[in-house]
C-alpha cells in the first residue's frame, strides 16, 4: 500500500473514531463508516492540509470512498 | 454566575460602549481576552482598566485581509486556541434610502455582517477540530423590526440573525453552539451618532425592554450563551 494511501486511512480512522479494519478501499464514507455531510467537508480539509494539495467543491463532491481520496490525491501528486 | 477561568475570548469592538461592557463582564468571570477595535489607543485603555489577562488586537474589518487574519493573531497573541469568539463589532451610516449613497450601503454590509462571517469562518475551523466553542453575534432589535432611516444597518443585522441560525445549525452537533443577540436600543457612542430620527422612531415597547434587561444587568444577558461551556 503506498504511502499516500496509509497516511488517508490514518486520517479517516482519526476524524471519524472508527476501526481501521472498517476502512477499506470501497468504504463510503458515509454509508459504511457513519460520517455526515460535516465530516466529509472535514475530512477534505484535513486531507488538503495532509497533503498540501488543494481540493475544489466539485471534485471533493465525488469523493466518497476511501479510495476516491487516495486517487484524487494520488492523481494531484503526481501531476 | 458560572466561570470562564482558562477560557480564552476574542471581542471585536471592544472600545465600544457594547463591547467594552462585554469585555468586562468576560473578563470578570475569568476569561483570557483578545480586545480587537480600530483605534488602538481607546482598546489600550479599556485594556487597563481590566489588568491582567486582556492582550490587545487593533483591526480593521473593513478589510477582507485583515478580518481573515483576526482570528489567528488572536490566538497569536494568546498562545492558545480561542474558546469564544463575540462579533460585537458595528458601524452605522444612517439615512433615508432615497438619499443612500452606495458606500454607506456597502461599508455597513461589509463591517457589520461580511466580516462577523469572514470571522465565524476563521474561528470555527478550529472549534469544530477540538469539539468545542462559543460564538456570539451582537446583532440588534433592527434586524427584526426594522427601523426608517436604516435600511443598510438593519439589513445587515438581519442578515445576521438568519447567518448565525444557519451556523448553529451546522456546527451544533461538534459541541460547538453559534447564537445572536439582538439588543434594544443601548445608549452608546454609535448610537449617540445616529440622528435622532432613528433613534427617536424606536418604538415603547422595545424601549421598556432595554430598560428591563439594564436592571437586570445588560452584562449577563451578553455572555449567557457561554453557561455550559465546560459542558
Known amino acids: 500500500m503506498s504511502e499516500i494511501a496509509d497516511k488517508v486511512k490514518k486520517i479517516v480512522v482519526e476524524h471519524l473514531g472508527v476501526e481501521e479494519s ?58 | 454566575m458560572f466561570s470562564l477561568e482558562g477560557k480564552t475570548a476574542l471581542v471585536t469592538g471592544a472600545s465600544g460602549g457594547l463591547g467594552a461592557a462585554i469585555a468586562r463582564a468576560l473578563h470578570a468571570q475569568g476569561a483570557e481576552l483578545v480586545l480587537s477595535g480600530t483605534r488602538e489607543a481607546a482598546l489600550v485603555e479599556v485594556a487597563a482598566t481590566l489588568g491582567e489577562r486582556v492582550h490587545v488586537c487593533a483591526a480593521n474589518l473593513s478589510s477582507a485581509e485583515e478580518a481573515d487574519a483576526l482570528v489567528g493573531k488572536a490566538e497569536a497573541l494568546l498562545g492558545k486556541p480561542l474558546d469564544i469568539l463575540v462579533n460585537n ?34 474561528a470555527l475551523k478550529g472549534m469544530l477540530r477540538r469539539r468545542s466553542g462559543r460564538v456570539i453575534n451582537i446583532a440588534s432589535i433592527v434586524g427584526v423590526t426594522g427601523n426608517g432611516g436604516q ?76 453557561k455550559r461551556l465546560d459542558g
Open chain 1, 22 to 79: 472498517k476502512v477499506t478501499p470501497d468504504a463510503s464514507f458515509i454509508d459504511d463508516l457513519g460520517a455526515d455531510s460535516l465530516d466529509t467537508v472535514e475530512l477534505v480539509m484535513a486531507f488538503e492540509e495532509a497533503f498540501s494539495v488543494e481540493i475544489p467543491e466539485d471534485a471533493a463532491e465525488k469523493i466518497a470512498t476511501v479510495k476516491d481520496a487516495i486517487d484524487y490525491i494520488e492523481k494531484q501528486k503526481a501531476a
Open chain 2, 89 to 122: 463589532a458595528g458601524l452605522t451610516r444612517d439615512g433615508l434610502i432615497i438619499r443612500m449613497k452606495d458606500e454607506d450601503w456597502s461599508q455597513v454590509m461589509t463591517v457589520d455582517l461580511e466580516s462577523p462571517f469572514r470571522l465565524c469562518r476563521a
Open chain 2, 151 to 226: 435600511a443598510n444597518y438593519s439589513a445587515a443585522k438581519a442578515g445576521m440573525i438568519g447567518m448565525t441560525k444557519s451556523l448553529a445549525q451546522e456546527v451544533g452537533s461538534r459541541g460547538v453552539t453559534v447564537n445572536v443577540i439582538a439588543p434594544g436600543f443601548v445608549e452608546t457612542a454609535m448610537t449617540l451618532s445616529c440622528p435622532t430620527r432613528s433613534a427617536k422612531s424606536f418604538s415603547a415597547p422595545f424601549r421598556s425592554v432595554v430598560w428591563a434587561s439594564r436592571k437586570t444587568s445588560l452584562q449577563r444577558l451578553f455572555i449567557l450563551p457561554l
